[in-house]
């Protein structure tokens, strides 16, 4: 009895298989139909794809909350959308596959190049300005923006002017939140580049010294009365002798050690 059936199941599959040959199927359809299971329901190991107990809907068709959009497909109002969040930074959505973007796009978050130092020009610190992105590298991955990206200069920060610290710590990409007037400028004190000099006729001493805001500032100048301003080792002053007349001011004249007005 068995025999008979195998026949009878011979003879009807050979009738399908030349129906479908006939209505222009190919012999993986006659294969569909004989095992239930679709050539194209098959995992082949893209996820774009699915299993026949997984089907997955297409961009523009109906979807549920949970998912079962393809691809990079987001279920939004009940439809699937391209979603390029879920391709990355460096890539879009298109038409459920993901595309990477040409190497060198912009990628990533912004960067507030205002939060680091731009650097040191004329004695002053400067901030950065604007804002920098990452930008795509090979294998669609974002190489993130860094401080050393931004090139604008921006707001000053400190005005140190003459009393700008030799060892100053202004420099590009410190994190401003880190940096103080002390950082950056000499305080309450000489330094050689705001230092006691005589005056520009040489009758006085013109008193200088880094104040408290960084600045350098002059105090009241110390005359020197019928004496013309000296440098020594120890930095200008007044003389209270002399020895020839080049030591005293106009008009004066050198006698017995002493400037004495004509």
Known sequence: MSGVVRAISGVLGGLVLVSVLALGGSLACFNDLMTGESASSSSTGDPTT????????????????NGGCCGCGLCVSGVCQDSDALCGDCATCE???????????????????????????????YAGAG??????????????????????????????GACLRADHLCTKGTAVSQLGLADVCAVDVQVETCKDVCSDDGLSVVLRRCDAQGMCAEELPMDCGNYLCALTRAGPTCPGSCMVDEECELGSTCMSGECVMM
Request: a negative charge.
């Open 50 to 65: 699915t299993t026949g107990a997984e089907m997955c809907a297409g961009i523009g068709e109906v979807c549920t909350p």
């Open 131 to 160: 804002t920098v992105r990452g930008v795509c590298g090979q294998g669609s991955k974002c190489l993130d923006a860094t401080s050393s990206s931004c090139l604008a200069k921006g707001a000053e920060l400190f005005v140190c």
């Open 95 to 125: 038409a459920g596959q993901c595309k990477a973007l040409t190497p060198g796009s912009p990628c990533g978050d912004e960067l507030e190049c205002k939060d680091f130092v731009f650097g040191v020009d004329v004695g002053i610190c």
